[in-house]
């Protein structure tokens, strides 16, 4: 198998979770976190703390090796087919 058939498979997957990604999660960031910040506020039970910059560099970094851990299985998977 050559290695850039193996690369532009690679690449691809990590570019399909990437929009699969911004499709789903960052609407609902927006809705929940952004747009209903007030109205959730009167429903919460708990109280916590609004996260930091920091918080989110933290959240994206463990989302990006979550997307490299799953294209390297995908990749793996439909070179051993």
Do not use: V
């Not at 699969?20 to 109280?47: D, M, N, S, V």
Request: hydrophobic share 45%; charged share 20%.
């Amino acid at each position: 198998m050559k290695s850039t058939f193996f690369l532009e498979n690679i690449t691809g997957a990590y570019i399909e979770q990437i929009i699969w990604y911004t499709a789903f999660a960052f609407p609902l960031f927006f809705i929940f976190w952004i747009i209903g910040k007030k109205y959730f506020k009167k429903i919460r039970i708990q109280e916590t703390e609004r996260a930091n910059l920091n918080h989110f560099k933290h959240d994206l970094g463990f989302s990006a090796s979550t997307f490299l851990i799953f294209r390297n299985n995908g990749c793996l998977h439909s070179l051993l087919r």
